[in-house]
Structures are given as C-alpha cells and as structure tokens.
C-alpha cells in the first residue's frame, strides 16, 4: 500500500521518485526475519522481485566497520555483517551496481550520477 501510494501513482504521473530504502531493504529485512535465504522463489519474494524490475536500483556498499561507526542505532557489527553479505548476494543475483560507499563523498556522488545517467535518459 505505501508503494503504490508513495511511489506508483507518482512515477504514473511522470515524477522520479528517490528512495533512501525500499524494496531490497525489504527483501534483506525478510530473508533474515524468517531465515530463509531463498525468499526470491516465494510468492512474496516474486512480488517484491517484481517490484525491483520496475526500478531503478543502485547497492551503496559500505564495510561494517564504517558503518557500525556512522550509526548509533545498530545492535552489533555481526548483526552488519550479515545484512552485508546477504545485499551483496542479492545485488549480484539481479544483477543490480554496487558502488563503494567507503570512498569520499564526491567519487560516491559521481559514481551514482554515472550509473542513473546512463540508466535512464530522462534523468538529461
């Protein structure tokens, strides 16, 4: 319901919309709620996956060390650890861009704007 409030009808009426998280973050969230680690193959996982196809995603890659540091509200750097390991799994499963997110803020910029140029022209 919040996809297609927040984002569907809008992408309907022409607007790019930026997501923080979204549909991956869901799937990671899911596969390590209920541990299972071939959630693409359910139902729920074939909606999401569609979800996924019908936008454009970019993995912002940072180690757990980094982040751990840059957030307070993390339990533990294992906790990290495994959320890293499985979005990676899943960025490279679909095929999705990683870029580093431990380099400095202009080369993560400029890597993001390359990868959405070269997406989608209509961002020109």
């Known amino acids: 319901m ?14 790019q919309i930026l997501c923080d998280r979204f549909v991956l973050d869901a799937i990671v969230d899911l596969i390590h709620d209920t541990n299972k680690y071939d959630i693409l ?12 196809k019908q936008s454009m995603i970019i993995v912002l890659d940072v180690n ?11 339990p533990s750097i294992d906790y990290l650890r495994a959320r890293r390991a499985s979005y990676l799994r899943l960025a ?22 390359d990868k959405v140029m070269s997406h989608d022209k209509t961002f020109c």
């Open 92 to 113: 490279q499963a679909i095929e999705l861009p990683i870029i580093d997110g431990n380099k400095k803020p202009e080369e993560v910029h400029q890597a993001i704007l």
């Open 2 to 15: 919040h996809y297609l409030l927040r984002v569907k009808i809008r992408r309907g009426l022409g607007y």
């Open 64 to 74: 757990e060390y980094e982040a751990f540091r840059r957030k307070e509200d993390i």
């Open 41 to 52: 193959g359910t139902a729920i996982g074939k909606f999401l996956s569609d979800l996924l």
